[in-house]
């Protein structure tokens, strides 16, 4: 089965790269988007099977990101989590209303953002990747 | 520009000294005071409530109204106005009372010089738009503080996000194996990464409690489970510094009736502190048991082997933003927000925090947290005997989740959020709100206990389904109310209060779990 696709849509070119690693290393293909506009654009060109989504973003945030796709019936589908740094109810009700699976609180949890993935995807449980080297820990 | 006179309302019911007040004024320009004279507190009451006043001129003993309540009245139907209070020479200590009560000044009749009248309402007016001024300054102070914490806090955690997302990516060797050293110096890192997400953590939750958000869902909740959560949890940094840490609990602990997340936040920010100041070789226990002054409750114990705190420090380490100044106790001690949070959530949760300790011979901290019994909760209800033998209504309220995924957090302060409009819905000396009755697949239970036969239950039911409506639709939930009726549990002649309430507890906790198990099968 080929792997699944995810476009990391967020401004922080670092919180992107270790979100991209982090995924590969789980055996996701992934696809990259640094402001709301090229968030769009890169979803509709490559069609993936998720978007992990900022909200506070140039060129409009997350939410205009997910009301865009709304409007496209085929982007509409695919599933949203966001994750965010803003903090309160209201960013994470707002999320959800306007269509997200879920709301994650940076700095996220690699084992929560991992579950909450393959919970959205449908994918069963899978353990974390042991750790390669744990020698020399105190 | 030509000045607005003065708006003095007299509140006195005896002529005579009214008059001699109006005469006071008879040397002013007219247009600088304006009198309104009032013979009653009602009447005055309606006026204030009008507005236009600048000052009330209040006696203290009126047909309609006497001492000190006056003063309360004329404050609660115009808050924003000073008010002077005119009394004769026999009471003066009430007087003095009414100054506590938020009077600006009070006035001995009899002993007023004309001229001094006057310029004591100008001073009075303008020592209160003084302190309102500070008080309005104070309060946007804290405001700004508050925000200005919150939002330094939430433009933290980006960089602190790429941070530990590499530090793992490295740890995990994603990027190629690592020697013993490097993966040594990462684990410093990352533990570093996280302590700092503690404390930005901290200062978002004492920004949350300063603006009441702070969100706690009682429920019954497990002691032991707790300590064994939180003594494997920080078991491998206790063992890193060689302190043993372990725990030691009566054999059956009775439940508490607390937030099982806040009680594990409690331990945490305890067993950890007991780490920092816990040389090697130390020894930390957590124990809990009945407490033994009040067996209402249960009192947990986190003692250390560690350097201790003086004695007359030991209130004051509760302290919002407390640091020591104990040399020996120097290093990288946090935001000094931890005890604080820890005091902040025991006493919301009905308990009490202190610590007993003397320099170099540890310390131990105690907490205590009241004991869920069905009884206790429902005797409020129940108190007055003639209530005994009412019968009982069980109203359900039943919370589902339109939304996905939801964070604990999230869930918490919506469970809060439904909690504060039931409990205006609620009668508050015939109705309880019970805490959480434990999980039901996927939705939400709240179960209101009434005292009233299934026709007001079934009107109870409709007006809190009514209520919540809006906040539900609001919040992207669905509710549904329903009721089951517990016939007359009558109290048997030879039973006390206190065994009855028993065997209405028993009855009712019988139908929240037959309603408990139901929506377990329907959900499952």
């Not at chain 1, 599933?79 to 707002?94: D, F, T, Y």
């Not at chain 2, 804290?142 to 602190?160: G, T, Y």
């Not at chain 2, 331990?267 to 780490?275: E, M, P, Q, S």
């Not at chain 2, 209060?497 to 929240?512: D, F």
Request: aromatic share 4%; charged share 25%.
């Amino acid at each position: 089965m080929p792997n699944k696709k995810i476009l990391i849509v967020d401004d922080d070119r670092d919180v992107q790269q270790g979100m991209n690693l982090r995924l590969k290393a789980n055996q996701y293909d992934t696809c990259l988007a640094g402001d709301a506009f090229s968030g769009v654009a890169e979803a509709r060109r490559s069609e993936p099977d998720l978007i992990l989504l900022d909200l506070g973003m140039p060129a409009g945030g997350g939410f205009l990101v997910m009301e865009r796709l709304k409007m496209i019936p085929s982007l509409a589908v695919i599933p949203v989590i966001v994750v965010s740094a803003r903090h309160g109810l209201e960013n994470q009700k707002r999320a959800l209303e306007s269509g997200a699976k879920a709301f994650l609180q940076k700095p996220v949890d690699d084992d929560q953002l991992l579950a909450v993935i393959r919970q959205t995807l449908g994918e069963p449980a899978r353990m974390k990747k042991p750790a390669l080297c744990n020698q020399g820990v105190v | 520009m030509k000045e607005k006179p003065l708006q003095v309302l007299l509140v006195e019911d005896n002529a005579g000294d009214a008059r001699l007040i109006r005469e006071m004024f008879i040397n002013e320009r007219p247009d600088s005071f304006e009198l309104t004279h009032l013979l009653r507190m009602s009447d005055a009451e309606t006026q204030l409530a009008k507005g236009g006043a600048d000052i009330v001129l209040l006696d203290m003993g009126l047909p309609d109204g006497h001492g000190l309540d006056t003063v309360r009245r004329a404050h609660a139907a115009a808050p924003g106005v000073p008010v002077i209070v005119l009394t004769g020479l026999d009471d003066e200590a009430l007087a003095a009372e009414a100054l506590k009560e938020g009077a600006q000044d009070y006035l001995i009749k009899g002993q007023i010089e004309n001229r001094a009248l006057p310029r004591a309402l100008r001073h009075a007016i303008e020592r209160h738009r003084m302190q309102t001024e500070t008080d309005l300054i104070r309060i946007n102070q804290m405001q700004f503080k508050d925000e200005f914490l919150s939002h330094v806090s939430h433009e933290l955690r980006s960089p602190l996000s790429a941070i530990r997302q590499f530090v793992t990516i490295l740890l995990d060797g994603l990027a190629g194996e690592l020697k013993p050293a490097q993966h040594e110096y990462m684990e410093i890192v990352l533990r570093n990464v996280k302590q700092l997400q503690s404390m930005i953590n901290d200062l978002l939750e004492v920004t949350r409690g300063q603006a009441g958000k702070l969100t706690i869902e009682p429920q019954r909740a497990s002691i032991s489970d707790a300590i064994a959560y939180v003594v494997s949890t920080l078991q491998g940094a206790a063992t890193a510094k060689g302190i043993t840490l372990s725990s030691d609990n009566e054999c059956v602990l009775p439940s508490v009736c607390a937030d099982p997340t806040r009680i594990r936040q409690i331990l945490i920010i305890l067993v950890d502190n007991a780490i920092k100041f816990t040389p090697a070789d130390g020894e930390i226990k957590v124990q809990a048991r009945v407490f033994d002054k009040d067996p209402r409750l249960v009192v947990l114990e986190v003692s250390d082997s560690g350097c201790g705190i003086s004695p007359d420090m030991t209130e004051r380490i509760f302290e919002r933003l407390f640091q020591t100044s104990d040399p020996s106790l120097e290093g990288r001690n946090g935001l000094g927000l931890g005890l604080y949070i820890c005091k902040e959530l025991v006493t919301r949760q009905g308990g009490q925090i202190w610590a007993k300790s003397a320099l170099g011979q540890g310390a131990v901290f105690s907490v205590t947290l009241p004991i869920f019994s069905l009884p206790n909760l429902i005797s409020p209800a129940f108190s007055k005997e003639v209530r005994a033998d009412r019968p009982v209504a069980i109203v359900v309220t039943e919370i589902g989740s339109q939304s996905g995924w939801l964070s604990d957090d999230v869930r918490a302060e919506q469970s809060h959020g439904v909690r504060e409009v039931l409990q205006h819905c609620l009668h508050s000396d015939l109705d309880v709100l019970l805490p959480k009755m434990g999980a039901a697949g996927g939705v939400e239970l709240f179960f209101v206990i009434a005292l009233t036969d299934s026709i007001g239950g079934e009107a109870i039911s409709k007006r809190i389904r009514e209520r919540l409506q809006e906040h539900v639709q609001r919040a992207g939930l669905t509710v549904s109310t329903s009721y089951q009726f517990l016939p007359p549990v009558k109290r048997k002649s030879t039973e006390s209060i206190e065994e009855h309430l028993e065997r209405l507890g028993a009855g009712i906790q019988e139908l929240i779990d037959v309603e408990t198990s139901s929506r377990m099968v329907v959900n499952a």
